[in-house]
């Protein structure tokens, strides 16, 4: 059997006693994709944190290839192949497009090895792909704080995508995004699962539909139920704990 | 076009340098001399604040061990061997200090000059950045250095020369420092010294390293999560910073002849930091212009109104961060925005940005 | 005398020091914590705050001139740091190093019109007679130990007035509105606190107590216009080491700052405390650069 990509186990964070992550496990195989959903407050992104090493668990552990990532700093955490899109854009404003898209796809991100002035030409060759399927090609020499919010979404995920990281961890990929939009980005997303791994935080169920992947739910910094959208749909446990705060999931 | 323009404008300033000497008179030609000396500290300046956003308030302690390095071998050197610096004596040692005596050959002075101020700031900032102190701890934390710094050498008389610090320099590497041909080369070696500095941020700013440091100041936990180690690539910028200001502090008391803890301290910190928000923090032309603007003005209000310097420079300051936060390199800059402002708000288009960001949220 | 007599004498001055610097870092602690803000003519205030207390023991005499120049100080130096908050600091709001660089300026207008006012050469408050006696110990194994009523009296005082800041804190209904835009900005307001109000209140009241730091030191050292500039760099430093914003580790900060140096001071020179201070700070912060006193939060990290 294969072994998983990512084993999160029985991870535990607390904020000043209040516990947002209670012994939390998720397993995630290669180049697959799993969406993460829940109610407000269950501790999505704070599963996201721990993993890229934002945030340090209590007790627990998180393994990666095989590695245990718990306690490494976040550069080396993303160094070692995960990358992540956080829910608030993080463009860097005074970069161009393509210098943003660059930086997050050279691979030598040592400080003693970052002085030379040109590209690589393997890395300029991923960041034209990204340019040309995010569409920002005509704005590739405008600044990233000049982008419309759609478009700084689109090269947030551009840049995680350019990151060309094992496991790709996308906070509300599709907020704020059109219809048309938020569908692209599905079909980007699955395109790209050939090669890696997604793990997909987001409350638009159309999208989630889109992803076509299995769901996991979270509630109260655990893993409620883990299925197909269909059958957490059906699930009494998931309707009943989303009953009245998401009306999307009961709905649709 | 806008890439002409400062090329030009580089060409115009190198040009005028060059010349000064045909329509300066000597005393102001030293004084431009020591300001270009000042302005090579301001270029570092523009990479370690305007580049990546790390304020120093202690930048006079790399400059000043700069400054005192070479003025320990000037002072070497007016000595017949075997002597001591007369502040030695009145304090009672019997002899120099071996850290004293290795700069007398002047290869060491040299090197120290270079070496020292780059290893210190390089190791201050490891310590603090790779606990992630930034912004304004880190800059407090400077400033208490550069007050420690001060008063070190104010209180360590014996080796210092204390309040009155370093003095009396006849002569270095065999050539009398009063002679005009001495300060004559010596301008021309500033100007030297400050055109590299000057093409050697250039290049920096076109290196990955370059537009890493802009990604850090900008979104320093951003950049972290692309796997960059901020406080590697922040350590290097600071260390170059504290290279810049010990070579500056070096040609500033060959200027000037005297090097003394009243110039390296809280305040003479802060004036340089000054000069760089004036002429615009992350302008590397104009980071030079600003140091040269400031000091000039400086020297022309203390001499004529001693009492209004400090308020203007204090009022100075105030506008400038407040109103100008690009200094006067923002100014070309400012037109465009306040152009662009006027065109936004004659109607439409505003309007049509709020219907936009409405639809893109359903 | 013996050696313990020294030693507790050096504490007790070390703990005076320490009440001076935690008059001055609360209102830096505040400020910093709430609005992320530092205000670099913070040490301004602690001058203002001496010079009025010098005018007001020259006009005024009788026993209780001293009393009423406290007020004067607070009420003045509040003043004067409202003034500050809203001609400069409010424009800078989000820009903490822009900040920092426009207060220096204003120091220096403050610095240089003292300056111009009374001149650089220092002005000396007489403690008032109920003041200017000691306290000696004659009995005991600290027999000898005498205990100057100034340094009583400042320490007495940084105590009442770090109590009834924290009082005012957790009962009154401004401090719930400070503690309010001290958890969540944009909630307050939501919620319709008027946070500039309250960043307002906040400024001036911390630099109210700055001027009643001057006060105190004006008691035992010559007021001059560079006074403030000595002292607010320590301040500095405890406002490092103490934590974002928290009042009990800045006290705790202050008395680690404070007896750190008294007690440097007994072995080597006041510079060498100086440089050792500083080190101490480098090292304290590998250890916890978040200062003593942190919370874990989630909002801190976002990127």
Same mark, same amino acid.
């Given at each position: 059997?294969?072994?998983?990509?990512?084993?999160?186990?029985?991870?535990?964070?607390?904020?000043?006693?209040?516990?947002?992550?209670?012994?939390?496990?998720?397993?995630?195989?290669?180049?697959?994709?799993?969406?993460?959903?829940?109610?407000?407050?269950?501790?999505?992104?704070?599963?996201?944190?721990?993993?890229?090493?934002?945030?340090?668990?209590?007790?627990?552990?998180?393994?990666?290839?095989?590695?245990?990532?718990?306690?490494?700093?976040?550069?080396?955490?993303?160094?070692?192949?995960?990358?992540?899109?956080?829910?608030?854009?993080?463009?860097?404003?005074?970069?161009?497009?393509?210098?943003?898209?660059?930086?997050?796809?050279?691979?030598?991100?040592?400080?003693?090895?970052?002085?030379?002035?040109?590209?690589?030409?393997?890395?300029?060759?991923?960041?034209?792909?990204?340019?040309?399927?995010?569409?920002?090609?005509?704005?590739?020499?405008?600044?990233?704080?000049?982008?419309?919010?759609?478009?700084?979404?689109?090269?947030?995920?551009?840049?995680?995508?350019?990151?060309?990281?094992?496991?790709?961890?996308?906070?509300?990929?599709?907020?704020?995004?059109?219809?048309?939009?938020?569908?692209?980005?599905?079909?980007?997303?699955?395109?790209?699962?050939?090669?890696?791994?997604?793990?997909?935080?987001?409350?638009?169920?159309?999208?989630?539909?889109?992803?076509?992947?299995?769901?996991?739910?979270?509630?109260?910094?655990?893993?409620?139920?883990?299925?197909?959208?269909?059958?957490?749909?059906?699930?009494?446990?998931?309707?009943?704990?989303?009953?009245?705060?998401?009306?999307?999931?009961?709905?649709? | #076009?806008?890439?002409?323009?400062?090329?030009?404008?580089?060409?115009?300033?190198?040009?005028?340098?060059?010349?000064?000497?045909?329509?300066?008179?000597?005393?102001?030609?030293?004084?431009?001399?020591?300001?270009?000396?000042?302005?090579?500290?301001?270029?570092?300046?523009?990479?370690?604040?305007?580049?990546?956003?790390?304020?120093?308030?202690?930048?006079?302690?790399?400059?000043?061990?700069?400054?005192?390095?070479?003025?320990?071998?000037?002072?070497?050197?007016?000595?017949?061997?075997?002597? #001591?610096?007369?502040?030695?004596?009145?304090?009672?040692?019997?002899?120099?200090?071996?850290?004293?005596?290795?700069?007398?050959?002047?290869?060491?002075?040299?090197? @120290?000059?270079?070496?020292?101020?780059?290893?210190?700031?390089?190791?201050?900032?490891?310590?603090?950045?790779?606990?992630?102190?930034?912004?304004?701890?880190?800059?407090?934390?400077?400033?208490?250095?550069?007050?420690?710094?001060?008063?070190?050498?104010?209180? +360590?008389?014996?080796?210092? @020369?204390?309040? !009155?610090?370093?003095?009396?320099?006849?002569?270095?590497?065999?050539?009398?420092?009063?002679?005009?041909?001495?300060?004559?080369?010596?301008?021309?070696?500033?100007?030297?010294?400050?055109?590299?500095?000057?093409?050697?941020?250039?290049?920096?700013?076109?290196? !990955?390293?370059?537009?890493?440091?802009?990604?850090?100041?900008? @979104?320093?936990?951003?950049?972290?999560?692309?796997?960059? !180690?901020?406080?590697?690539?922040?350590?290097?910028?600071?260390?170059?910073?504290?290279?810049?200001?010990?070579?500056?502090?070096?040609?500033?008391?060959?200027?000037?002849?005297?090097?003394?803890?009243?110039?390296?301290?809280?305040?003479?910190?802060?004036?340089?930091?000054?000069?760089?928000?004036?002429?615009?923090?992350?302008?590397?032309?104009?980071?030079?212009?600003?140091?040269?603007?400031?000091?000039?003005?400086?020297?022309?209000?203390?001499?004529? #109104?001693? +009492? #209004?310097?400090?308020?203007?420079? @204090?009022?100075?300051?105030?506008?400038?961060?407040?109103?100008?936060?690009?200094?006067?390199?923002?100014?070309?800059?400012?037109?465009?925005?306040?152009?662009?402002?006027?065109?936004?708000?004659?109607?439409?288009?505003?309007?049509?940005?709020?219907?936009?960001?409405?639809?893109?949220?359903? | 005398?013996?050696?313990?007599?020294?030693?507790?004498?050096?504490?007790?001055?070390?703990?005076?020091?320490?009440?001076?610097?935690?008059?001055?870092?609360?209102?830096?602690?505040?400020?910093?914590?709430?609005?992320?803000?530092?205000?670099?003519?913070?040490?301004?205030?602690?001058?203002?705050?001496?010079?009025?207390?010098?005018?007001?023991?020259?006009?005024?005499?009788?026993?209780?001139?001293?009393?009423?120049?406290?007020?004067?100080?607070?009420?003045?130096?509040?003043?004067?740091?409202?003034?500050?908050?809203?001609?400069?600091?409010?424009?800078?709001?989000?820009?903490?190093?822009?900040?920092?660089?426009?207060?220096?300026?204003?120091?220096?207008?403050?610095?240089?019109?003292?300056?111009?006012?009374?001149?650089?050469?220092?002005? $000396?408050?007489?403690?008032?007679?109920?003041?200017?006696?000691?306290?000696?110990?004659?009995?005991?194994?600290?027999?000898?130990?005498?205990?100057?009523?100034?340094?009583?009296?400042?320490?007495?005082?940084?105590?009442?007035?770090?109590?009834?800041?924290?009082?005012?804190?957790?009962?009154?209904?401004?401090?719930?509105?400070?503690?309010?835009?001290?958890? $969540?900005?944009?909630?307050?307001?939501?919620?319709?606190?008027?946070?500039?109000? =309250?960043?307002?209140?906040?400024?001036?009241?911390?630099?109210?107590?700055?001027?009643?730091?001057?006060?105190?030191?004006?008691?035992?050292?010559?007021?001059?216009?560079?006074?403030?500039?000595?002292?607010?760099?320590?301040?500095?430093?405890?406002?490092?080491?103490?934590?974002?914003?928290?009042?009990?580790?800045?006290?705790?900060?202050?008395?680690?700052?404070?007896?750190?140096?008294?007690?440097?001071?007994?072995?080597?020179?006041?510079?060498?405390?100086?440089?050792?201070?500083?080190?101490?700070? =480098?090292?304290?912060?590998?250890?916890?650069?978040?200062?003593?006193?942190?919370?874990?939060?989630? =909002?801190?990290?976002?990127?």
């Amino acid at each position: 059997m294969q072994s998983p990509l990512l084993s999160v186990e029985n991870v535990t964070v607390s904020f000043d006693g209040f516990n947002a992550l209670d012994g939390m496990s998720l397993h995630l195989m290669p180049t697959s994709i799993r969406v993460l959903i829940g109610p407000n407050g269950a501790g999505k992104s704070t599963l996201l944190d721990t993993i890229i090493g934002n945030v340090r668990p209590a007790s627990g552990r998180v393994v990666f290839k095989g590695e245990d990532i718990t306690d490494l700093n976040e550069y080396k955490i993303v160094r070692r192949g995960i990358c992540r899109k956080f829910q608030a854009p993080g463009t860097l404003e005074n970069l161009s497009v393509e210098d943003n898209l660059n930086l997050a796809a050279r691979p030598r991100r040592e400080s003693w090895r970052s002085f030379g002035v040109g590209i690589a030409s393997q890395v300029r060759a991923r960041v034209e792909r990204v340019l040309e399927r995010t569409g920002l090609k005509e704005k590739r020499k405008s600044l990233a704080g000049q982008l419309s919010h759609g478009q700084k979404q689109w090269l947030e995920i551009g840049m995680v995508v350019s990151s060309d990281a094992d496991l790709l961890l996308l906070d509300e990929p599709a907020a704020g995004m059109s219809l048309d939009e938020s569908a692209q980005t599905a079909e980007l997303i699955r395109s790209l699962s050939s090669d890696h791994s997604f793990l997909v935080i987001d409350h638009d169920m159309t999208f989630v539909e889109q992803l076509d992947a299995p769901v996991s739910v979270m509630h109260m910094g655990r893993m409620l139920k883990e299925g197909s959208l269909n059958e957490i749909q059906r699930d009494p446990q998931v309707i009943s704990v989303y009953l009245g705060r998401e009306k999307e999931v009961a709905v649709a | #076009m806008k890439k002409w323009l400062s090329l030009s404008l580089d060409i115009a300033l190198l040009a005028a340098l060059v010349a000064a000497p045909l329509y300066l008179s000597a005393y102001h030609l030293s004084l431009l001399g020591r300001f270009l000396a000042m302005a090579i500290l301001s270029l570092g300046l523009c990479l370690v604040w305007g580049w990546s956003g790390i304020l120093s308030l202690g930048q006079g302690v790399f400059w000043g061990l700069g400054a005192y390095i070479l003025a320990m071998h000037l002072k070497l050197a007016a000595l017949a061997p075997g002597d #001591m610096p007369d502040f030695m004596m009145w304090s009672g040692l019997d002899h120099l200090p071996g850290w004293w005596t290795i700069f007398r050959h002047p290869a060491v002075a040299l090197l @120290g000059v270079l070496i020292v101020p780059t290893i210190a700031a390089a190791g201050l900032a490891w310590l603090v950045f790779n606990r992630r102190v930034s912004g304004v701890h880190f800059a407090l934390i400077t400033q208490a250095l550069a007050l420690a710094f001060a008063t070190l050498l104010v209180s +360590e008389q014996a080796y210092t @020369g204390g309040f !009155n610090g370093l003095t009396d320099f006849t002569t270095l590497f065999g050539r009398y420092i009063v002679d005009p041909s001495f300060q004559r080369s010596l301008y021309w070696i500033t100007v030297v010294a400050l055109t590299a500095a000057y093409l050697f941020c250039r290049w920096i700013s076109h290196t !990955n390293f370059g537009k890493i440091l802009l990604a850090i100041r900008d @979104g320093e936990s951003r950049t972290r999560f692309l796997g960059y !180690n901020p406080a590697g690539y922040k350590m290097i910028a600071f260390a170059i910073g504290g290279a810049f200001a010990g070579i500056s502090g070096a040609l500033y008391v060959l200027h000037v002849g005297v090097i003394s803890p009243a110039m390296v301290g809280v305040v003479p910190s802060i004036e340089m930091v000054v000069a760089v928000a004036v002429g615009g923090r992350d302008s590397f032309i104009g980071v030079i212009l600003g140091t040269l603007l400031v000091n000039f003005g400086k020297d022309w209000i203390s001499s004529a #109104m001693p +009492e #209004m310097w400090q308020f203007g420079i @204090g009022l100075l300051f105030i506008l400038v961060v407040t109103l100008l936060p690009k200094g006067l390199a923002g100014i070309p800059e400012l037109r465009g925005q306040i152009a662009a402002r006027f065109r936004r708000s004659a109607g439409a288009p505003a309007l049509e940005a709020q219907t936009l960001a409405i639809t893109q949220k359903n | 005398m013996g050696h313990l007599v020294v030693f507790a004498g050096q504490i007790f001055n070390g703990i005076s020091v320490a009440s001076i610097l935690l008059l001055t870092a609360l209102g830096l602690a505040l400020s910093f914590g709430l609005m992320n803000v530092i205000n670099m003519a913070h040490g301004e205030m602690l001058m203002v705050g001496g010079y009025i207390t010098y005018l007001t023991c020259r006009f005024v005499h009788g026993p209780g001139a001293f009393l009423l120049a406290l007020g004067f100080s607070f009420v003045g130096s509040a003043l004067l740091g409202a003034v500050l908050e809203v001609t400069v600091i409010r424009w800078l709001y989000g820009r903490p190093l822009d900040t920092l660089l426009a207060t220096w300026g204003v120091s220096l207008i403050l610095q240089q019109g003292a300056r111009s006012l009374f001149g650089a050469i220092g002005v $000396d408050v007489v403690a008032p007679p109920w003041l200017s006696g000691s306290v000696a110990i004659g009995r005991g194994p600290l027999a000898g130990l005498t205990l100057p009523s100034v340094r009583i009296f400042i320490i007495v005082l940084t105590i009442v007035v770090f109590a009834l800041l924290l009082l005012f804190i957790a009962r009154s209904r401004a401090g719930l509105f400070l503690r309010a835009v001290h958890q $969540d900005r944009e909630m307050a307001q939501a919620l319709g606190v008027n946070t500039r109000w =309250v960043d307002l209140l906040v400024f001036a009241a911390g630099t109210g107590v700055a001027g009643l730091a001057g006060t105190a030191l004006a008691l035992i050292a010559p007021v001059t216009p560079t006074v403030g500039q000595s002292y607010v760099v320590y301040a500095f430093l405890v406002v490092i080491v103490g934590g974002l914003g928290s009042l009990l580790g800045t006290a705790l900060a202050a008395l680690l700052v404070g007896l750190f140096s008294a007690g440097v001071q007994m072995f080597t020179s006041v510079s060498l405390a100086d440089v050792l201070l500083l080190v101490l700070v =480098v090292v304290f912060i590998q250890f916890r650069p978040r200062g003593i006193v942190f919370r874990r939060s989630r =909002v801190m990290k976002e990127a």
